[in-house]
Nanobody
Framework: QVQLVESGGGLVQAGGSLRLSCVASGTIFSINAMGWYRQAPGKQRELVAT??????INYADSVKGRFTISRDNAKTVYLQMNSLKSEDTAVYYC???????????????WGQGTQVTVSS
């Protein structure tokens, strides 16, 4: 019905950069928001950054000034991660809140996750 495909994770040294991408596909009627969450081992999933269809952006305090979220069309979102730290190591999940063509309700969807490992 709806698929989120992420790419761009990997291993990087502290201070380095990575760019994550996520493309949404399927029977999508409208997208309200897209973004990224992350989950480190032994911790709860936490918000990294989100962007709404109206262009409103929200960042976690821990990534402000280092990460940048952007969208180049309605169904693709990016996360540019600079000045990476070891504490950024986590599985990063693409997120979207959208309405499909067969539903009257907005629903959250998640990608399969991509590993980001920052070595110190």
């Amino acid at each position: 019905q709806v698929q989120l495909v992420e790419s761009g994770g990997g291993l990087v040294q502290a201070g380095g950069s990575l760019r994550l991408s996520c493309v949404a596909s399927g029977t999508i009627f409208s997208i309200n928001a897209m973004g990224w969450y992350r989950q480190a081992p032994g911790k709860q999933r936490e918000l990294v950054a989100t962007v709404t269809s109206g262009g409103s952006i929200n960042y976690a305090d821990s990534v402000k000034g280092r990460f940048t979220i952007s969208r180049d069309n309605a169904k693709t979102v990016y996360l540019q991660m600079n000045s990476l730290k070891s504490e950024d190591t986590a599985v990063y999940y693409c997120y979207t809140n959208l309405r499909t063509v067969i539903s009257a309700f907005n629903t959250n969807y998640w990608g399969q996750g991509t590993q980001v490992t920052v070595s110190s």
